[in-house]
């Protein structure tokens, strides 16, 4: 790791617009801000650079963006930067970060170790008074909310938890240091992207490994390729109109597009070729990349279902393990939980060191000091993962106090669930924006591509407050309203309401059930555009 220069004891007292969270991000908002002359700096709670990059070091752990999707656009950032893999892991993607800082001279203007806790709204100022965790505070005219999409780890009230006394790890908050898993006997309780990926290495190398599946992930091959320089610099004499293409496309990456078609008006030979060609490119190609209709309509999500499963089958040895990870009827329609990808995934469940357990069918009943039991045994274990997800896209939001006009809270206005105008600020909240945040389309984007659209367009809002004198902006209590039902309709007219995932803000208990991602980059930049070319139509600017 490179060691940060302490700046913790430089905040500055009074700012135009303070940037929240060093990933992608609040990077290239802190890169781009400065470019046009704003007084701008960056806190960051951990201590270093990276975002969900630096928080995620558990084994495995590498990003479903395949190069050179999964990367700034600037050509004097690319131009120089090669990858090793078309999925790159966690340990490249820290080193691309540190690149980027080096050659943007990013961190002069980063506190490393500064978490905010508070930020309060002065209506007379026209600006927000912010207090971190440590007690320092300043003032500044705009805050822009970096904090990621999964800033707040999810750990479910299993009960003992607290006294299991081997090695337990959230997969969001690995420790720096090296967990062995070589000879162990490890447990892991989760199979979203986190599980998969921790599983795949736990299996390699542990003695025992022991799986808790409640649903099954209906996960897809990776298709991993290790790419040299020469195949880099013959990409990119296309990555110029490849990122110009980027947020065009439902999904943010430029090759990603589903026929105009559903899937049900085609032949058994074209539905099939469809989906065999995008299987063999691996990828999100089989999510994004078939027909118009996968996540629309339930029967023609069934004839993607059906494929996958029987894909997938051919992989496992024991007809009994195969029902419980590929099961003959859907857990839910093919698409609406994330897919992620795996590379040998299925095989781990063929190797006899590895068990998979139904904790659907028997739920964990309690953590031991030694292990877990369900209702019907005990397993003991060294080291227990929880690959158990994420509050995501409210959680980070709900960690700080946030105060708006009169002195609301944040977490009040949206005791409801999250409202927003076009995911990016909230009616109360003024000279607040978000990105990556409820109701954009992050967790439908992939994530480059939607900093540099939200990016852009607050660096441009912000410029034209300037330009026109004006202090002030705020979404209307009406343009939220249009906003949550655009957002409620997308839930109703497609299949993401059928299943209980993080998409829904169905995977904590209690939380309000919405969809809380925009469903289509392109019509999202639509709706941002047209906004920003009427006057910013859906706020008030003063
Ligand atoms: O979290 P998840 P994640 N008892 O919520 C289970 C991004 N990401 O960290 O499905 C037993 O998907 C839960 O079961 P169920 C990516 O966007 C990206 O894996 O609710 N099990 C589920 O299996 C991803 O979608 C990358 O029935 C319990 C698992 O825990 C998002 O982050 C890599 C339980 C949680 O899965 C989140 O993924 C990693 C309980 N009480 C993450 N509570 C890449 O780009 C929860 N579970 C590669």
Not at 177 to 198: D, P
Not at 375 to 383: T, V
Request: charged share 25%; net charge negative; hydrophobic share 35%.
């Amino acid at each position: 790791m490179v060691e940060k220069t302490d700046t913790s004891l430089q905040l500055p007292a009074k700012l135009d617009v303070l940037v929240v969270g060093a990933g992608f991000n609040g990077l290239y908002q802190l890169y781009r801000l400065r470019q046009q002359g704003f007084n701008v700096h960056l806190v960051e709670d951990g201590q270093d650079i990276g975002g969900t990059w630096y928080w995620n070091r558990y084994p495995g752990a590498r990003v479903d963006s395949n190069v050179p999707m999964y990367e700034y656009s600037m050509e004097e950032l690319w131009r120089d930067w090669n990858w090793t893999e078309r999925f790159p892991s966690w340990q490249e993607l820290l080193r691309y970060f540190h690149y980027v800082d080096e050659k943007l001279d990013l961190s002069r203007d980063i506190s490393f170790n500064t978490r905010l806790a508070s930020a309060h709204f002065d209506e007379d100022k026209n600006h927000w008074k912010l207090g971190m965790q440590d007690g320092r505070s300043l003032v500044s005219r705009f805050v822009l909310m970096c904090i990621g999409g999964v800033a707040k780890p999810y750990i479910p009230e299993l009960p003992g938890l607290s006294r299991f006394a081997g090695e337990c790890y959230h997969t969001a908050q690995w420790p720096e240091q090296e967990v062995k898993l070589e000879g162990r006997r490890v447990g892991v309780i989760g199979t979203g992207a986190s599980g998969v990926q921790v599983i795949q290495e736990a299996g390699r190398e542990a003695e025992q490994l022991t799986v808790f599946q409640r649903t099954p992930i209906l996960a897809l091959p990776m298709r991993q390729q290790k790419l040299d320089r020469e195949t880099q610099d013959r990409m990119k004499l296309e990555y110029p109109e490849r990122f110009a293409r980027r947020p065009q496309t439902r999904g943010g990456f430029d090759d990603i597009a589903a026929i105009d078609k559903s899937a049900l008006e085609v032949s058994d030979e074209e539905r099939l070729a469809v989906y065999e060609n995008c299987w063999e490119r691996g990828g999100f190609h089989f999510w994004m990349g078939t027909f118009n209709d996968i996540l629309m309509d339930e029967t023609a999500n069934r004839t993607a279902y059906d494929f996958w499963r029987d894909k997938t089958r051919e992989r496992i040895h024991d007809p009994a393990v195969a029902e419980m990870l590929a099961p003959t009827e859907p857990p839910h329609p093919f698409g609406v939980k994330r897919p992620s990808l795996e590379q040998w995934y299925f095989e781990v469940f063929n190797q006899d060191n590895v068990r998979l357990v139904d904790s659907r069918a028997t739920p964990i009943e309690e953590i031991t000091t030694t292990g877990v039991r369900t209702a019907e045994e005990h397993f003991e274990f060294d080291l227990l993962v929880l690959a158990t997800g994420f509050d995501a896209l409210t959680g980070g939001y709900a960690d700080i106090d946030i105060r708006g006009i009169g002195g609301r809270q944040l977490s009040e206005h949206w005791s409801g669930g999250a409202r927003t105008h076009l995911g990016v600020a909230t009616a109360g909240f003024p000279n607040m924006m978000m990105m990556y945040a409820p109701q954009s389309p992050a967790a439908f984007c992939n994530g480059p591509t939607c900093t540099e659209l939200q990016g852009d367009w607050i660096v441009e809002c912000l410029a034209y407050l300037r330009e026109k004198r004006l202090t002030r902006i705020e979404a209307t209590p009406g343009a939220e309203d249009a906003w949550c039902e655009v957002l409620a309709e997308m839930a109703e007219t497609s299949l993401l309401s059928k299943a209980d995932s993080w998409y829904m803000g169905a995977n904590v208990p209690g939380k309000p059930r919405q969809l809380l991602s925009f469903l289509g980059v392109n019509d999202y930049k639509e709706a941002c555009v047209d906004s920003a070319a009427n006057n910013y139509a859906g706020f008030t600017l003063d």
